[in-house]
């Protein structure tokens, strides 16, 4: 009789496990479905945000006046406004970096509980925790999908001004 329990209890055990694992199986495949979808939107973000503040600094280094230039009391106060202008945006870029940054960290954080997950259900090793860190991780993904949205349109949008910028600037500079 005891080797008989010794023998059910464990595929028991074993049996149970599994079925209790298997309630996570289609909530952690649909997360890591979405996780997937939006670490690329969160890549390009980034690459975005990189690569419009090299284009940025870039510009920021031909606001220059040539010395021999007369430029008018008005041309000068508009040339310093726009220069205002374009440090500004640039502050702001740097700015929408330095969150981005924050949320990279958070994210990857978040990415490595979703592979514990993974793993979990792949081990057949999930406690009943399991489903308050699924709902975690939604929220998380949620929030970072709102974000990278923000970042992508501000990048976008300061990348617009400082073109304007010193689109403006080359004008008020142009001899006539």
Not at 38 to 61: H, Y
Not at 90 to 105: N, P, Q, R, V
Not at 157 to 171: L, R, V
């Amino acid at each position: 009789m005891k080797k008989l329990i010794a023998i059910i209890l464990p595929l028991f055990v074993f049996v149970f496990a599994c079925k209790n694992v298997e309630q996570f199986r289609k909530p952690i495949e649909s997360l890591s479905a979405d996780w997937e979808k939006a670490s690329t939107s969160f890549t390009d973000a980034g690459t975005l945000v990189g690569s419009v503040q090299s284009s940025i600094a870039g510009l920021k280094d031909s606001l220059t006046i040539d010395p021999k230039l007369k430029l008018d009391a008005t041309k000068l106060k508009l040339i310093d406004s726009l220069k205002t202008s374009f440090a500004g945006n640039m502050d702001g870029l740097t700015s929408l970096a330095g969150k981005f940054a924050s949320l990279a960290a958070n994210w990857q954080d978040g990415t490595a509980k979703l592979a514990a997950l993974k793993d979990g259900l792949t081990t057949g090793k999930l406690d009943a925790s399991a489903l308050t860190q699924i709902e975690g991780l939604k929220s998380m993904l949620t929030e970072t999908s709102t974000a990278t949205t923000m970042i992508t349109e501000s990048a976008n949008t300061s990348k617009t001004q400082a073109m304007a910028i010193y689109d403006a600037f080359k004008a008020a500079i142009a001899k006539k």
